[in-house]
């Protein structure tokens, strides 16, 4: 198949245009009149770095390619908007193949409301994507940047932690193997691979916490304690996490002593879980659970903002006792990024 | 060098951000206000199939993805905006030789006006670059597509043809060393490699031709006959190229005689001169030979848009006499697409 007429049938699978489109993909550039403000971000996913094909459909990885790149815009309290996506294709994958890929994408476009309105197709030594996403609001002030936490506001977390780094386990760690389907229950194994190899970002409970008077918000993607010390120096505070406060999920406990780590570690450090970490103000907060429920999402309080004694902003996990619990890196599991 | 200090140094290298940027890179998102319409559209650069790093610099590297991606947004008749920039970097790059590659894009960020918003950096199995940037007009009509070329209109082109490609020739092609320095002159050489190497869009005469009325307009990365056809087909109609009103650069002809081609393939075939390609009705065409000849720009009159008899939209290079001449494919100098 003609490279040209590949791109027709990748555009053919697509969602219809959303209405701040006006020119979609197939010109050298697509047309959008956005009647706001967007937030935008770029992320990319690499076969070899962030996936292996053997462990992950071709559907699965367009999929977590463009979701991985939408949770930055979930983060922002930001509507979705357009898509767009560079493919690097190697010699050994087919044109079915590309349009798995292709599928996967066109699915969580579909399922999230963005369109993807343009894109490059190339050669590349690997399977390779890279995603820019755009998002909306009416004005800039309505999104939720890192910078805005203050001393009193309290800390919450979407949903569960630590389960795309027990997933992670479970597909890379052979001798992890054993706790899967006899500790573990082979339907918790399957959906702790299903949060490493498919994650949701969470856009409507981005969007709902923003509203609710969010004042500092990041999407947990290097780890729970990595990602609140981001906040922590663009906001200039102190980001005190309650260790036993945190939401592990189910079949972590199981995963981490199979393999003699901490389960905090896990949920602390392990990453790529797409959950929202937010600082709201006291006043705020009960409104902003009810919300939450409402969507289904559950929203737990891990902590609370103080000033940063000394001008040292920093996140600091603490156990029971109010010790900092050291929270050793992951990035023997997760080679995302390069250094 | 850690990950994030190095992020650091490449965000203090880049040009200050412009008027549309209320939060540029380091947040989740950058943040903007466009205030009308956006051209958006991606472009990438991997080692092994768009450059070798033997014949590029890191610096060369940098500015041409960033480049040609702004070649789109020229074509669009659009004023630079914003880019966000995925870079993979391979392990035997070290940090000296990032900055390099972001010092490529910054230079060329300065000089066009577009502030880079923001990033992404992972590894990845050979230098990598996926560059998506944004331009700007005040209403969607103001952008150029490729869909509105009408019979009677006159085809125009910017610049000179071929370069690139001859350019291309001198770099990979030790069989054409012996034209270099003697039948072509060093100066001539260096010039046609830095096409291929350093190309420029053409934003300022975009801009201009978009004004003066163009009704369809491409860059030319594919090659002025393959480009051409983009906008018959989009258009709906013939165009007629004639062979000999093509512009060709100084030098293409002594590649072309060196390497037993036709100057002409290298002109109509060759791609990556980025040049713009134009449709504009033919009162339309004085003044726009006068405001590209005040920006110094060459616009040359090619061929002109017929009717396309029997619902057969495409695009024809005729030589003298008016017989259609073949172009040859240039895909194995130039193996930019997958396919």
């Not at 922002?76 to 590309?98: F, I």
């Not at 590349?124 to 800039?140: E, I, M, Q, R």
């Amino acid at each position: 198949m003609g490279e040209f007429e590949l791109l027709g049938l990748l555009r053919e699978r697509l969602p219809a245009a959303g209405p701040q489109v006006r020119l979609g993909s197939g010109d050298d550039a697509a047309v959008t009149v956005p009647g706001g403000a967007v937030a935008t971000s770029v992320d990319a996913l690499v076969e070899g770095v962030h996936f292996r094909r053997e462990s992950a459909t071709l559907r699965q990885i367009g999929r977590k390619a463009i979701s991985t790149a939408l949770s930055d815009l979930a983060a922002m309290g930001a509507a979705p908007g357009e898509a767009y996506v560079w493919l690097g294709a190697p010699e050994d994958l087919d044109d079915e193949g590309l349009l798995e890929v292709g599928a996967g994408l066109a699915a969580v476009a579909a399922e999230t409301g963005t369109t993807v309105a343009g894109g490059d197709l190339t050669r590349a030594p690997v399977l390779s994507l890279a995603v820019t996403v755009t998002g909306h609001a009416p004005d800039a002030d309505d999104f939720v940047t890192r910078s805005g936490a203050r001393p009193g506001d309290a800390l919450v977390v979407t949903g569960e932690l630590g389960a795309a780094a027990a997933g992670l386990v479970l597909l890379e760690d052979s001798s992890a193997g054993a706790v899967d389907g006899q500790d573990l229950g082979a339907a918790i194994a399957d959906a702790l691979r299903a949060r490493q190899l498919d994650p949701t970002p969470r856009l409507a409970a981005g969007k709902t916490l923003a509203a609710a008077g969010a004042t500092a918000m990041i999407d947990i993607s290097d780890g729970l304690a990595g990602d609140a010390g981001h906040v922590a120096t663009s906001s200039g505070a102190l980001l005190v996490i309650d260790a036993d406060a945190l939401p592990i999920a189910p079949g972590v406990e199981q995963v981490a002593a199979a393999t003699g780590c901490d389960p905090l570690e896990l949920a602390a450090a392990g990453g790529e879980d797409y959950e929202l970490l937010a600082a709201l103000p006291a006043d705020a907060l009960a409104a902003a659970q009810e919300a939450l429920a409402a969507l289904g999402v559950p929203l737990t309080v891990i902590g609370r903002v103080e000033t940063a004694e000394g001008g040292n902003p920093r996140a600091e996990v603490r156990r029971r006792g109010g010790e900092a619990a050291p929270i050793r890196g992951f990035d023997q599991l997760r080679p995302r990024k390069p250094r």
